[in-house]
Structure formats: C-alpha cells, structure tokens
C-alpha cells in the first residue's frame, strides 16, 4: 500500500512555497498525497503566526489530530512554519500535544526528510529548531501547486521589526538568493511549462543579490535578468516596502512588458503618527508622492494595500486618515486587518491598546468604503478587453473559468477545461466588488 501524506498550510505565499518544498521532499521519499487529512499517514500543519486568529485555527487543528494519533500510533503528525519559531509555542505544543512526533522551524524545513526518517525509524519524536537562517539551501525538490504559474523566493527574513509584526522573529534576517540560482530556477520552471512567476519576499525592495563576478545586483536588475527568459509571459512580485520602492523600479515598469502592471503596496495606516509608531520609516507625504509617481509612470497599474485597523493609540481622527488615504489613493484591492498583539513584537507592551469594539466598529466602516471602492474600479473594467492567464475552473462553478488579468484581477467567464493553462483574450461585461465576469473573444 502507498504511503501516503497530507500538508495543511496556514499564512502566506512564503508557507504555500515551503509547503510546496515539504510535498516534493515526501514524493521524493515515496510518499504520495493523501485526498484528505483522515487518510494520511504523514500529516504536516505549516504554521503562520501574524494573528492570533491564525494561532487559534493551528491549535484547534492540532487538537483534532490527537484520535488520529491514539487511533493509529504509526501515524506521524508534524508541525512546521512560523510558529515554531517561538518559544512559548514550542513549550506549549511539548506541555499540551506530548504526541506530536515532528517538530522543526522556518529555517531547516531541508532538515525535514532526515527528521521524518528518524522517526519512523527509530520511532522517537525528533524536535529540531534553528534560531536563525544558516546558508541558503539551493536545488531541493519541490512539487508545485499550478502548472502554469509558480512562487519564486528570492529573499528570505526581514529586517524592518515594524512594532506589530512578529515575522522577523520567526522568518530571522534578511538573506537575499544568488541572481543566478534565481535565474536557473525560473528557466527550469519555464521550460516546464510555467508562464507566469511571483517574486517573494518580505520587502523585494531591498533584494540586494550577489553575482558570481561579485557584482551587486538590485531588484529592478534582477527583473530585468528574468525578462530575459524566452517563453516567460508574465512576472509578479510580492511584497514591496513603500520606504525602499526605487525610481529604478518604476522605469522597469514602464520598460518591460512581461512585468504585470500591478502592486501592492501595504500602506497599514493613513497617519502620520501612527505610521511613526509603526515603525514603518516613511509618513503619509511619503507614501502618496511613490502613488502618485507610479500612477503617472503606469497609469493602467492596479494598486493593492494591506491596513491594520485599531493599532496601540490609534485616535478616532487618525482612523479618519486612514479613511481618506484609502479615498485619495483609490486601491483597486486591501487587505484589512485588526490590529492583534503578538507576543514579543514591541506593540504588544504599548499601555494604549484600543478595545475590541472600537476596532471592530473602524473595521466594519473601512471595510465597507474599500469594498465601494474596488466595485467602482471593477465597474470601470466593463467593455474593455483583457489577456488573462486560464488557472483552472471555477469554485463555485463547473462550466466556468477563472484566472487573472495582467493587473491581477480576478475574472471568471464560461469556458471547457481547454482553456486551462492558456493566455486567453476576455471581454469584461461585468464588473463586481472582489472580481469580473466576462466572456472568450
Ligand atoms: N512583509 C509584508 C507583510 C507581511 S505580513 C509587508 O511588509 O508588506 C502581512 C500583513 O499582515 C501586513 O502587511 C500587516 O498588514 C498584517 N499584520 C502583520 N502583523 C499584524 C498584527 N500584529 N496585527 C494585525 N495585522 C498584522
Ligand atoms: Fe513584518 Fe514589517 Fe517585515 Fe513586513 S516589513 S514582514 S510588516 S516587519
Ligand atoms: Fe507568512 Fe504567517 Fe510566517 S504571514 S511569514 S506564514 S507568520
């Protein structure tokens, strides 16, 4: 019988990536995917730690698993991702789940064939944590999520400790890839059939490679390396710090045609102040002169943001800020979060926390002029024509199709499975809040 596994991957696109890296790491051992977590042998929880709502989903998870384990001994539950990157978790997870069998860190999930053998092995937990990032561990196996589109990581950790965010404490310093393992990786990914590649990163900005000739290279650069690639169509990134968005950056914008016409650009407050106790390094002047001069350089560019409502001290006129920065910029999308404390972050030891009701109250009024105002940018989509990359069919939906346009918009029209995986012309007739409607020309 098959030995079978199943990953359950929580956060953002960086788990999704490593998660990708732990499922090629298990097919290379002879595993194969599991339908489902109950028919699993092997299960992986990949954790995220940037809300506490994401803790409390892993720890619920992880509670379920326990019959898994007192029904079948031989099942190995593992634990993973940015969670693990903390103490207090770690002693949690020893104290109240003494059965889980795996436990390793953001920084050596290539240490995780060698775990999992150890285990079924020797049939003794194996905990491994490593405080930081070691060298970059280049040409591990990987079985990816899409066909025609992949996560490329060309950096990994952040330097920037805004006061809220826990990732450089779980995700470590900032260590950016050589140009040239970046440039091989895609090259291998195009010539398997990929058309459209992320960049990630906690802030691409401050890419700073190292060629082989020792010669600096920056992101815009790097970008440019990529474009060169034949059979490529399309390159993203994510996710870009306003404080380091070069001019350089904005001329690749305009110069190459293969890098998408969208960004998001997490702005987190509208105030001044606020931004200040951020800790983000730039203010609202700041952020808006980069919008504009972008909007003038690609006036067809899409604009993305991320919000934290209801940081530490959070006045009810710096709320109003963040109202009228969302207003004057116009995103076509956000993210809208509240604000929640995370242990060890400096935020969490600010005495002006704001109650949940009030955040909850600012919550709701900026998500719903965001919504307005992504309707109204989707609207203006109605009539035109757009090249959207086919990703599958839809959720809701057997005889539709949904996949993205250069601005990354969602767009969902009738189509068979053919279309799949192609670059398709699409006429918008519907504009709606969180995607378009359209139909193939
Ligand atoms: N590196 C990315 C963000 C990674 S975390 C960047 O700087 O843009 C994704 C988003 O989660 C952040 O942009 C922020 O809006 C949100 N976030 C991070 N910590 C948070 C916290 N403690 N409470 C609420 N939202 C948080
Ligand atoms: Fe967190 Fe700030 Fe780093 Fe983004 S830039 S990962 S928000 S510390
Ligand atoms: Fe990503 Fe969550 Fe870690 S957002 S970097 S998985 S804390």
């Not at 504009?292 to 934290?308: F, G, L, Q």
């Not at 203006?380 to 069919?393: D, F, N, P, Q, T």
Request: charged share 30%.
């Amino acid at each position: 019988m098959d030995k079978t596994f199943h990953i359950t991957t929580f956060g953002c696109q960086m788990n999704e990536h490593d998660s990708e890296i732990l499922a090629g790491a298990l097919e290379d051992m002879g595993y194969v995917q599991a339908a489902s977590r109950d028919e699993a042998q092997v299960v992986i929880l990949n954790t995220c730690s940037v809300r506490e709502n994401a803790d409390k989903r892993f720890f619920g998870t992880l509670g379920q698993l326990k019959r898994k384990k007192k029904e079948d001994k031989d099942n190995i539950i593992c634990i993973c991702g940015c969670m693990m990157q903390q103490q207090h978790i770690i002693d949690t997870v020893k104290e109240k789940y003494p059965w889980v069998d795996v436990i390793f860190g953001t920084h050596n999930i290539h240490r995780f064939p060698e775990l999992l053998k150890s285990v079924v092995q020797q049939k003794k937990k194996a905990v491994e944590i490593w405080e930081d990032g070691r060298d970059i561990v280049e040409d591990m196996p990987m079985k990816r999520l899409h066909r025609t589109k992949a996560l490329v990581n060309i950096m990994y950790g952040c330097n920037n400790f805004c006061t809220y965010c826990i990732v450089p404490y779980t995700r470590g310093r900032e260590r950016s890839r050589k140009p040239e393992d970046i440039v091989r990786e895609v090259e291998n990914l195009v010539s398997d059939g990929v058309l459209e590649i992320m960049l990630l990163g906690q802030n691409v900005n401050s890419y700073r490679g190292e060629t082989s000739d020792g010669e600096n290279c920056s992101f815009a650069h790097l970008i440019e390396m990529i474009a060169k690639i034949d059979g490529l169509k399309r390159i993203r990134f994510m996710t870009s710090h306003p404080k380091d968005l070069s001019d350089e950056l904005i001329d690749v914008f305009k110069s190459c045609d293969k890098l998408c016409k969208s960004i998001h650009l997490p702005v987190q407050s509208g105030s001044s102040a606020v931004m200040k106790r951020m800790n983000r390094h730039y203010n609202r002047d700041d952020y808006m002169r980069i919008v504009n001069r972008i909007k003038s350089a690609v006036p067809e560019i899409t604009i993305s943001t991320d919000i934290i409502v209801g940081f530490p001290g959070e006045t009810d006129e710096q709320f109003e800020e963040t109202l009228s920065l969302v207003k004057e910029v116009g995103y076509d999308s956000a993210f809208t979060f509240l604000y929640s404390v995370r242990t060890g972050t400096p935020a969490a030891k600010f005495t002006d926390q704001i109650p949940e009701d009030i955040k909850h109250e600012r919550f709701n009024r900026l998500v719903k002029l965001v919504d307005s105002i992504s309707a109204e940018k989707n609207r203006a989509y109605e009539g035109r024509i757009e090249e959207v990359l086919v990703e599958g069919k839809s959720k809701r939906n057997e005889n539709t199709l949904s996949g993205r346009t250069d601005g990354f918009k969602l767009v969902n029209f009738p189509g068979d499975e053919s279309y799949i995986g192609r670059l398709v012309k699409v006429k918008i007739t519907e504009g709606k809040t969180f995607s378009l409607e359209g139909k193939i020309v």
